[in-house]
C-alpha cells in the first residue's frame, strides 16, 4: 500500500476545570466562529443600508434559530437514535447540523427583514461572507475533537489517530483499550486504532469481510474548513465591486452546496438512498443556486435591483474600518 502522507494529533474532548467542570472545545470552536462572523456582518450591513440596531437584532435572533435548527435537522435525520423524546433536547450529548443551524438563522429572520424593509438579498449577500469566515473558524474545534470523522484511507492529508477519546458515533470497544467503533447502516462498523482504519461488514451468516482500509481516515471537517477559507476569500474579493444583489448569496449555495455534497461522499453518516440528510439539503440549495445564476446571466436587472444598489459595499478595508457617515 502507498501513503502519500498523513497527518494527525491526540484528541481533546473536553477541557476540564477541576474535577466536576467541563467544556468541549467543539462548543468554543462555535461560539467563537459565530462571534467573530456577527462582528464581521455588523460591519458589513451597514455599507448596503441597514441600520446597526436592525442588525444587532437580527444576529440575537440568527443565534436562536441556528441553535434550534442545527439540533431540529440532527434530530430529524438520526431519528432512531433517539427512542426516547427528551432526547431531542440533550444538545450537550452531541449531535448538531452545521446546514441546519444555517437555514434556522436565516428562516427565523425572514419576518424581521420584512418588517424592517429589507430584500431578503440585500441582508444575505454581506451575511454569507460572515457565514464563510464562521465556518472557517468553527470547524477548528471539529478538528480539536477528532469530529466527522470520514472512510478509510491511505490517500495525501489522511487523518491517523494518536489517542483520546473520540467523538460519537464512535465508542471504546470492549476489553480493547485504544480501538474505537462506530455502527453504520446495513452491518458495516468502521474501526480506528492507532495503527490505522478499516471498514468492515458483518454478513448474515456470521462472517465479515474488510470494506476498505488505511492508515487513517478522511477528515472532513479538515477539508471543509480549508473550501470554507477559499469561500471567504472568494466572497470577498467578489464583494469589492458593486454586483446585481443575490449574486453573493447564490455564490455561497453553489460553491458550499457542491462541497457538502463531495465531502459528506467520505463521510461515515446515515444515508437516505444514495446521499446523507445533508448531502440532499446541499444539492437541493446548489442546484437552485446553479439555475438562478443562470436565469439571471440571460435576464437584465430590473429596476429594483437598480435601487438596491444604492449601497455599494465597501473598496478596501480601510473604508470597512472608517465609521459609516451615510446616516
Known amino acids: 500500500m502507498i501513503v502519500l502522507g498523513s497527518v494527525g494529533w491526540p484528541v481533546l474532548d473536553r477541557i476540564r476545570i477541576g474535577g466536576t467542570f467541563a467544556v468541549s472545545p467543539h462548543g468554543i470552536g462555535i461560539a467563537v466562529g459565530f462571534m467573530i462572523g456577527a462582528w464581521l456582518l455588523a460591519r458589513l450591513a451597514p455599507r448596503r443600508g ?91 474545534g471539529d478538528l480539536v475533537i477528532g469530529d466527522h470523522l470520514g472512510k478509510p484511507t491511505s490517500w495525501f492529508g489522511a487523518w491517523a489517530y494518536h489517542g483520546g477519546t473520540l467523538a460519537p458515533p464512535f465508542a471504546q470497544a470492549p476489553n480493547a483499550p485504544g480501538t474505537w467503533t462506530a455502527e ?12 490505522g482504519a478499516k471498514l468492515v461488514q458483518v454478513l448474515p451468516n456470521g462472517t465479515s469481510k474488510v470494506l476498505a482500509s488505511g492508515v487513517g ?18 466572497l470577498w474579493r467578489l464583494n469589492k465591486k458593486v454586483r446585481r444583489p443575490g449574486i453573493l448569496t447564490l455564490t455561497f449555495g453553489l460553491y458550499y452546496g457542491l462541497c457538502r455534497v463531495l465531502e459528506d461522499s467520505l463521510r461515515i453518516d446515515k444515508r437516505f438512498g444514495p446521499f446523507t440528510g445533508s448531502q440532499w439539503t446541499a444539492l437541493t440549495v446548489s442546484s437552485i443556486s446553479l439555475l ?21 459595499p465597501p473598496s478596501s478595508s480601510a473604508e470597512l474600518a472608517a465609521p459609516d457617515s451615510s446616516g
Open 50 to 140: 441597514i441600520s446597526d440596531e436592525h442588525i444587532s437584532t437580527m444576529i440575537f435572533w440568527a443565534l436562536i434559530g441556528a441553535i434550534i435548527g442545527a439540533r431540529l435537522f440532527y434530530v430529524i435525520a438520526h431519528i432512531s437514535a433517539y427512542p426516547r423524546p427528551l432526547e431531542w433536547f440533550q444538545v450537550w450529548n452531541g449531535g448538531i447540523s452545521l446546514l441546519g443551524g444555517i437555514a434556522g438563522a436565516v428562516l427565523v429572520n425572514i419576518p424581521r427583514l420584512r418588517h424592517y424593509g429589507y430584500t431578503f438579498f440585500q441582508i444575505m449577500d454581506p451575511a454569507t461572507i460572515a457565514v464563510a469566515l464562521g465556518i472557517a473558524i468553527g470547524r477548528i
Open 184 to 195: 453504520l447502516q446495513h452491518g458495516v462498523f468502521e474501526q480506528i486504532t492507532r495503527t
Open 217 to 234: 481516515v478522511h477528515q472532513t471537517a479538515m477539508y471543509d474548513m480549508v473550501l470554507a477559507w477559499i469561500l471567504f476569500a472568494l
Open 292 to 312: 438562478l445564476l443562470i436565469w439571471w446571466a440571460f435576464h437584465p436587472k430590473t429596476a429594483e435591483d437598480e435601487d438596491a444598489d444604492t449601497h455599494p
